[in-house]
């Protein structure tokens, strides 16, 4: 395991970030615990999950949201 100090800045930075959403797991608990979720939507999550695990970011936010507003 690498110190802090020969960590890039992008790998301390996700190292924080997955910290810091444990850590409010742990207080706070899953919201979304026992809650049913339909067998379409969970294929859609899994596709979206494997795609950004291939460097999918999917659409610039501001053009989801004119898509929204239509």
């Given at each position: ?6 960590m ?22 899953d ?10 939507l969970r ?14 970011r ?6 989801a949201?004119?898509k929204?507003?239509?």
């Amino acid at each position: 395991m690498a110190t802090v100090a020969q960590m890039t800045k992008k790998e301390l930075e996700e190292m924080i970030g997955a910290v810091v959403e444990q850590k409010l797991l742990d207080v706070l608990g899953d919201p979304d615990e026992g809650l049913f979720v339909r067998q379409s939507l969970r294929k859609r999550l899994l596709r979206q999950k494997r795609a950004v695990a291939k460097g999918s970011r999917g659409q610039p936010l501001d053009r989801a949201a004119r898509k929204a507003s239509v």
